[in-house]
């Protein structure tokens, strides 16, 4: 079945640093990927989403490009905010198949002042 | 955007009681899910709909079960509440398998 994974659990950084937080994912069919952020005591929210190979998506900041040849869709910042602490999931849907999401595990996100 | 509600926002059960939580939305979307999320954790389907009057079992079906009497109305029922089901529970919902909508949850604590 379709699985997406994130490797990291937890993430700290100071504040004004680069962060990359990774996501692969696994399936025989055509994706769709989406990164959510949920903010504590929060409900997730949309933060990214692509179906198209090789173009970069951005919002407030955070940049993600799909690559169906390494099946990656990893998310970046290149300064990440006090604001930014959250947790972060990547998470699947396909075209065609039997349909149903399929969200990664989450990364947690600390930035320290 | 979106509007998808829950109610209750909270609630206090016993073990072995029957708990029902509510969800709602208003923009005519097909797809609906509940999801469980312990603290700290990620998110678990636990079942979901794409047309009324018809329900698909997620990851963690078992001790759930879930109506979709109308497009606009999606409930989880807990027939024999246990303590291990104490978590926050979120609906959702989406138009196909875009960008998914969620609820602003509800805390269930099973005591």
């Known amino acids: 079945g379709d699985s997406v994974t994130q490797t990291e659990g937890l993430v700290t950084l100071t504040k004004g640093l680069p962060v990359m937080l990774n996501c692969t994912y696994q399936t025989t069919y055509s994706p769709f990927l989406f990164w959510y952020v949920q903010h504590l005591n929060e409900a997730p929210k949309l933060l990214l989403k692509s179906s198209t190979d090789n173009k970069r998506t951005e919002h407030q900041g955070f940049y993600a490009t799909l690559h169906k040849s390494s099946s990656s869709f990893h998310l970046q910042k290149s300064s990440v905010q006090l604001s930014d602490s959250a947790l972060y999931f990547c998470?699947?849907?396909?075209?065609?198949?039997?349909?149903?999401?399929?969200f990664g595990k989450g990364t947690s996100l600390v930035v320290h002042p | 955007e979106a509007a998808v509600t829950q109610s209750p926002r909270s609630k206090v059960a016993v073990t072995g009681g029957k708990v029902t939580l509510s969800c709602h939305q208003t923009?005519?979307?097909?797809?609906m899910y509940w999801y469980r999320q312990d603290t700290g954790h990620g998110l678990r389907l636990i079942h979901y709909?794409?047309?009324?009057?018809?329900?698909e079992k997620g990851d963690i079906p078992d001790g759930y079960k879930a109506s979709r009497p109308s497009q606009e109305n999606f409930s989880l029922i807990l027939e024999l509440a246990s303590l291990s089901q104490t978590a926050v529970y979120f609906c959702?919902?989406?138009?196909?398998?875009?960008?998914?909508?969620f609820g602003p949850g509800t805390r269930l604590l099973v005591l």
């Open positions: 959702a919902s989406s138009w196909g398998r875009d960008t998914q909508y």
């Open positions: 998470a699947l849907t396909v075209s065609g198949g039997n349909y149903k999401p399929t």
């Open positions: 709909s794409y047309v009324a009057d018809s329900t």
């Open positions: 923009n005519n979307h097909d797809y």
